[in-house]
């Protein structure tokens, strides 16, 4: 059997998985109807076989797939092992950059949401301009401007700029992820502190609570359980988008994989890379997921 | 002696005059019971003796201290020191509770005691275990607000405002949110209260109640007291047209 008629075959299997699950999804759906809300469905034989059904036709595509990683892996070990261990050094600069902007960013667009709330007109003018421009260009415009702008607007040479370990490209990126994601998170972080009633203030302030503590201890941690899955958004998409680092020659990860899949002459570099990011992802989303049960205690 | 005394109160919202010169004083241990048809003018009278709103001119006391006071039309509040010394002096219960849904029932009510009036957590805790026995809630200090009925949720925010041993207690409609079974247990707190000779200003709808429990009731209606008399004269007997016609509806 030569590769075509493999491929062919694989691709009939998951037309076929992808039709059958489908058909038992719809199934059970108008199924539903029938029910009382909340009730337990029973599912019939016949949602089962097409279930069934869908499993039995995924197995082909996941054969192949295994049989194209060993493949991958035998072949060549050696440069297999490398490129993972590249790809893995690159990402430590990735996460770098994911970490310390969370670290500054997050801080930051609480400070941005108070001053576009502020009541001093120049102060919220000024803050509302500033979540304007940074969502309104893009990203890699910003990355660069960070890292160019001293020299280009001031004459101020960045090249020897080093703080403990890290050169003046990772602190750029750093720098204009962050100002770039408080902006973002300024914006969430208004929503949830807006979606607060009147009446928690009123009842703090008749209390005796200061404006501080009414904020930090009554406010802020209600604000936090609301703008959660929304923070979770951009923390995952924040994920993906250090890979525009690359704009700046920081060797973060997916730099390394564009080096090492044209050294190889390969797309496997990018699929690994491509792993890297999901399984990252899946550990924030857990984490989030974990976060978003412990705060469940009320509602 | 005066616990409340509110002279000339007038307040408008942009050019909509609600208060147009309120005078009402509350000694100590009376129940004054404020009622009148919607938008007359009762919970903002409410809410400006409570600091929530402030007015456009007239004089606000509390407690002996003076929250704010006018001359030639120019209104004065007090500087912050004495606003918080005021503010120690009165709770407010609301309509719709304003519970703090991510603290226990018991923080609910321990929170300002610990952190405002700087009690210890032992003396705030037992403060907190005398009031919940009272409201019959002993049992919920340790659930959130969110797992406890309206009626549950209302006696908590009464234990709150009742927390730092206020002088006064304003209540505004404390049982419109509330179905009549649990509307009951709520006013029994209340007559509860007022039998132990708390002074209190009631807004409410509730007239049988208001007629019971208060010493004196306030009719309001288009930012103004149309009348006010002993409870019981007042809703059996009243004299003025406007007052008839609104008790007719009960």
């Keep these: 059997m030569d590769n075509g008629i493999l491929s062919t075959l694989t691709g009939c299997c998951i037309l076929m998985a992808v039709v059958s699950l489908i058909v038992s999804e719809v199934w059970m759906n108008s199924l539903k109807k029938h029910y009382p809300e909340g009730a337990k469905i029973k599912k019939p034989a016949s949602v089962l076989i097409f279930q069934i059904a869908a499993a039995f036709f995924a197995i082909p595509l996941l054969i192949e797939i295994v049989i194209k990683l060993i493949s991958l892996v035998t072949s060549d070990q050696e440069k297999f092992i490398s490129t993972i261990k590249l790809l893995g050094q690159g990402f430590g600069f990735s996460f770098g950059i994911f970490f310390f902007t969370i670290i500054f960013s997050l801080p930051l667009g609480l400070i941005v949401a108070a001053g576009k709330m502020s009541k001093i007109k120049t102060i919220s003018a000024f803050f509302t301009v500033y979540v304007s421009v940074l969502r309104g260009t893009p990203l890699m415009l910003q990355l660069l401007l960070v890292y160019f702008g001293p020299y280009y607007l001031f004459g101020v040479t960045t090249g020897n700029i080093e703080i403990g370990p890290f050169n003046y490209r990772f602190i750029a990126s750093i720098i204009g992820f962050s100002l770039n994601y408080a902006a973002y998170f300024a914006e969430i972080f208004r929503g949830g502190i807006q979606s607060m009633s009147k009446g928690q203030y009123e009842a703090a302030q008749v209390l005796g609570f200061s404006k501080m503590q009414t904020y930090f201890k009554i406010i802020l941690p209600q604000v936090v359980k609301r703008v959660l899955p929304s923070v979770g958004n951009e923390v995952i998409t924040l994920v993906k988008d250090t890979s525009l680092a690359q704009v700046l020659a920081v060797t973060e990860m997916f730099t390394q994989a564009s080096a090492l899949a044209s050294a190889q002459v390969s797309v496997m570099p990018f699929i690994v890379a491509g792993l890297f990011y999901y399984l990252m992802n899946v550990i924030i989303e857990t984490l989030l997921g974990l976060l978003e049960k412990k705060m469940n205690y009320y509602s | ?105 018991r923080r609910n009510v321990t929170e300002a005691l610990i952190h405002v009036h700087n009690k210890t957590k032992a003396e705030a805790d037992k403060i907190c275990d005398g009031l919940l026995a009272k409201m019959d809630l002993t049992a919920k200090a340790d659930e959130y607000p969110c797992n406890l009925s309206g009626g549950q949720q209302q006696r908590v925010s009464i234990a709150r405002a009742l927390a730092t041993n206020p002088e006064i207690i304003f209540f505004d409609e404390p049982t419109s949110a509330l179905d009549p079974e649990l509307t009951k247990g709520v006013l029994k707190v209340i007559r509860d209260l007022a039998a132990e000779k708390m002074t209190m200003v009631i807004v409410t709808h509730e007239m049988s109640f208001a007629r019971d429990v208060a010493d004196r009731i306030v009719f309001m209606d288009g930012g103004v007291i149309v009348e006010e008399g002993p409870a019981y004269e007042l809703v059996t007997n009243p004299k003025e047209e406007r007052t008839k016609k609104f008790l007719a509806g009960y």
């Design chain 2, 1 to 105: 002696m005066n616990i409340l005394e509110m002279h000339d109160i007038r307040k408008s919202f942009n050019d909509l005059a609600v208060l147009k010169g309120i005078n009402l004083t509350v000694s100590q241990g009376e129940v004054v019971a404020v009622i009148g048809p919607s938008g007359g003018g009762k919970s903002t009278l409410l809410r400006c003796a409570t600091t929530l709103e402030r007015i456009d001119s007239g004089k606000i006391v509390i407690g002996g201290d003076v929250l704010c006071d006018s001359d030639n039309g120019k209104i004065h509040y007090c500087d912050k020191k004495m606003l918080a010394e005021i503010r120690s002096k009165f709770g407010l219960v609301f309509q719709n509770f304003n519970l703090f849904p991510h603290f226990s029932v």
